[in-house]
């Protein structure tokens, strides 16, 4: 018997699955702790934190359980963590990347085009753009997925973001100090990004954040917002040396962020300050891709063990998808990873930069956040580029996708 899409009554075990990535080396083989022709259980019942991953092991010492679904020689996966992803705004920038891609000039300012639309939209439509690109997300595969404000640019509009993106999950970021808004000279939006919008902020948000870059905030700068959130209690990441060298990743070390993202111009110095710190470096490939930029080095980073995580960085400027396999894929294909390697950062390491360990993993214990490729493998991820092989997906133990 297979239950039916949002039943969650009774356990369930998925029985028939090809390769199942546990991210656990202690169930399985190698860093993925990869399990052939495995089995897993969600448990039943519906608590408030949603339904637990009761078992994991071989298929044939699967215990028994109220409901079974066969995965039918398919590989599983945990859900995608999407750690970094900018859904609250307004707008089309179109015709931007069209010019991009035609080699025209591009002027600089177009967070502050996304800035006006997402200024003069009503709450509904806003949370109804949210919405559609968590829903996209969610049918490939990402079960989390991060949100940052930084389209108000206002006390108001900020705080209204954050509300707006809160009612579409948990991992709610604060980003005032994304560009400084046209009507503002730099010093005093400091100031307010550090003053009386952060008083807004702060009670809807986990995350503070700031652009770290030539032409938007400078390490001082930057170190003055992630103090003043920290101060809040809100935990700090930074958008860092995206597209110069700069302060910011090293700034990220020292403060004790949960990740620096971005990482595309990186000195020795920065590499060797990742990986003596707890600082994730979470890798966005999309935004190299949207504009044709050379992309960050990953085997660098491996090399030297840093933490390496993968998003997409979804914003209508710069990497307008919310599609973690292709990031995948760029990541094996462009940036050095191996499969292996780039499904991790895509889940567990996804959930380190969000400091989760109840996600990106499938172990007794952690939310029962799945998805079933239409493939035997999850290499096929980065060999079967552009294919929609995301065939099944639970959410809490829910069926989501199917
Ligand atoms: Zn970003």
């Excluded at 339904?51 to 044939?60: F, N, Q, R, T, Y």
């Excluded at 006390?155 to 209204?160: G, N, Q």
């Excluded at 503070?208 to 032409?215: H, Q, W």
Aim: aromatic share 4%.
């Amino acid at each position: 018997m297979t239950r039916a899409v949002g039943d969650t009554t009774g356990s369930l075990l998925i029985t028939g699955i090809s390769t199942l990535v546990t991210n656990d080396p202690q169930l399985g083989e190698g860093p993925l702790g990869l399990i052939t022709d495995a089995a897993v259980v969600i448990s039943g019942g519906s608590g408030v934190s949603g339904e637990e991953i009761a078992w994991v092991g071989p298929a044939s010492r699967a215990p028994a359980a109220d409901q079974m679904y066969d995965a039918g020689g398919r590989a599983m996966l945990p859900g995608f963590v999407d750690s970094h992803a900018h859904l609250v705004f307004a707008g089309d920038r179109t015709a931007e990347f069209d010019a991009r891609m035609r080699g025209l000039p591009y002027t600089a300012g177009g967070i502050r085009t996304t800035v006006a639309a997402t200024r003069a939209a009503s709450d509904e439509e806003l949370s109804a753009g949210v919405a559609r690109l968590v829903g996209e997300a969610l049918r490939q595969g990402t079960t989390v997925i991060e949100c940052k404000s930084g389209y108000g640019l206002t006390v108001e509009d900020e705080a209204r973001l954050l509300r707006i993106a809160a009612q579409h999950t948990d991992e709610v970021t604060y980003l005032g100090a994304h560009v400084v808004p046209a009507e503002h000279d730099p010093d005093a939006y400091v100031e307010l990004v550090t003053g009386e919008m952060l008083d807004a902020c702060a009670p809807h948000a986990r995350w503070v954040d700031v652009f770290c870059e030539r032409g938007a905030f400078d390490g001082d700068q930057a170190r003055a917002v992630l103090e003043s959130g920290i101060k809040r209690g809100l935990v700090p990441r930074i958008h860092a040396n995206q597209l110069t060298h700069g302060p910011g990743v090293r700034l990220a070390v020292e403060l004790g962020a949960a990740s620096a993202d971005h990482c595309t111009h990186l000195t020795d110095a920065d590499v060797d300050a990742l990986a003596s710190g707890t600082t994730v470096a979470t890798l966005l490939p999309g935004a190299e891709f949207s504009t044709r930029a050379p992309y960050p080095n990953a085997r660098c980073l491996l090399d030297a063990g840093v933490t390496v995580a993968l998003s997409t960085d979804c914003n209508p400027g710069s990497s307008f998808t919310t599609s973690m396999p292709f990031c995948v894929a760029l990541a094996v294909r462009e940036m050095g990873m191996t499969p292996d390697e780039a499904v991790w950062a895509a889940t567990l390491g996804g959930a380190r930069a969000l400091r989760r360990d109840d996600v990106g993993r499938i172990v007794v214990g952690a939310r029962a956040d799945l998805m079933l490729l239409d493939a035997p493998s999850h290499v096929h991820l980065a060999y079967r580029p552009g294919v929609p092989l995301i065939s099944a997906v639970w959410q809490r133990g829910r069926q989501v996708v199917s």
